[in-house]
């Protein structure tokens, strides 16, 4: 693959998601020893909700890296910083207060870097900001305990320095300060995104999506070197989604679905990679290769109709809520593994 200067952004981007994702483990290690490290009932309870948060923010995340389709390790420098700041929080020199702070810095890193993802896929193509929508809840959420972790801190510090309890209405003036955020500071960080765990249906559909966005930038570029880029995007993603699908959701539904049109939906996919392989080859600005893609539109909307009507209603009647999310994870875990192998990981 001839990478253009977009093909180095979309790699960029990928870092810095894999960053987020660093940190974001790093976070959830912290809020654990905060819990084991504090006795006010109070904080703990904070702790836990916001433990529960950054729990549930990293499936999100996770979500958002195979939806992006682009692999990446955390950079260097944020594994170094990581590693030191570890050493830190679970080391037995800085108070719980100065802990905390620094816990509080994090998160606004954290937010900082979801926020300049953001404003980075609106630069670089639609696919990107589509992949990436669900990364609006996690930036929320961050901007949210940001404000609660400052009511902590105040609370900590005003005990550390002086043996007392600060002054009271503390907690109301936090929850005026989260509610105030949806507000304020507009649509980067608004919560966009229901907060429960996606089952299968809303994965593949969110694939399905990302296809048509990558079909419609395709066909409205005349440049070359920007069709390549959105082919490659394209092509990696169908190869990865078959794939998944192939291994994960075709076979859930094995005997509960007409044998033939599980089989119908295997044959049309199975012939897309053949395909995708020769028009890797074209030269992307010919009439052959636009062909070969309007017919590969046709037959993957019509694939994605069959999916989207019989195959969906087909796990939504042989499924609890659970076992459709548990599909999901095990469709993602599948996808990110083929996604890792193509970018050599
Ligand atoms: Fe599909
Ligand atoms: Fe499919």
């Known amino acids: ?28 290690a912290n809020e654990q020893r905060f819990i084991s490290a504090t006795t006010d009932s109070e904080l703990v309870k904070r702790f836990q909700d916001m433990l529960k948060d950054d729990q549930k923010n990293l499936g999100i995340l996770d979500t958002v890296i195979v939806q992006y389709g682009v692999q990446s390790e955390p950079k260097e420098t944020i594994t170094e910083m990581v590693k030191k700041l570890d050493e830190m929080m679970s080391g037995s020199e800085l108070t719980l207060f100065e802990k905390v702070f620094q816990h509080e810095l994090l998160k606004h890193q954290q937010v900082m870097s979801g926020i ?44 550390e320095l002086t043996g007392m309890d600060a002054d ?14 949806t507000g304020v500071v507009g649509s980067v960080v608004t919560q966009t995104t229901d907060k429960s765990d996606m089952n299968i249906q809303d994965v593949l559909r969110m694939d399905h999506q990302k296809v048509n966005v990558l079909f419609a930038e395709i066909k409205g570029t005349q440049d070359p070197a920007k069709r390549k880029e959105f082919f490659m995007q394209l092509s ?17 539904v094995r005997g509960k679905y007409a044998e033939s049109d ?12 053949p395909a995708l392989d020769a028009m890797e080859k074209m030269d992307m600005t010919s009439d052959e290769f636009m062909s070969s893609l309007n017919r590969l539109m046709d037959e993957i909307m019509d694939h994605v109709r069959q999916e989207e009507s019989t195959f969906f209603a087909a796990l939504r009647d042989n499924f609890s809520d659970q076992q459709l999310e548990q599909i999901a994870s095990e469709f993602k875990a599948k996808k990110s593994e083929v996604q890792r192998q193509a970018a050599g990981m």
């Not at 977009?6 to 998601?17: C, E, G």
């Not at 209405?169 to 105030?180: E, P």
């Not at 990696?236 to 859930?252: F, S």
């Not at 599980?262 to 990679?273: H, K």
Request: net charge negative; charged share 25%.
């Open 1 to 28: 693959m001839v990478a253009t200067m977009d093909d180095t952004k979309r790699l960029a981007i990928a870092m810095k998601l894999a960053d987020i994702k660093a940190v974001q483990e790093f976070l959830i």
């Open 116 to 159: 300049v993802i953001h404003k980075a896929a609106q630069k670089v193509g639609a696919d990107i900001e589509a992949a990436i929508a669900p990364l609006n809840t996690v930036n929320f959420e961050n901007r949210a305990h940001q404000e609660q972790l400052k009511g902590v801190i105040e609370l900590l510090g005003v005990r």
């Open 168 to 181: 009271q209405g503390l907690w109301a003036r936090v929850q005026d300060s989260v509610a105030a955020l």
């Open 236 to 252: 990696g993603d169908l190869r990865a989604h078959a794939i998944a699908e192939n291994e994960v959701a075709y076979p859930a």
């Open 262 to 273: 599980l089989q119908e939906l295997y044959d049309e996919q199975n012939s897309w990679f």
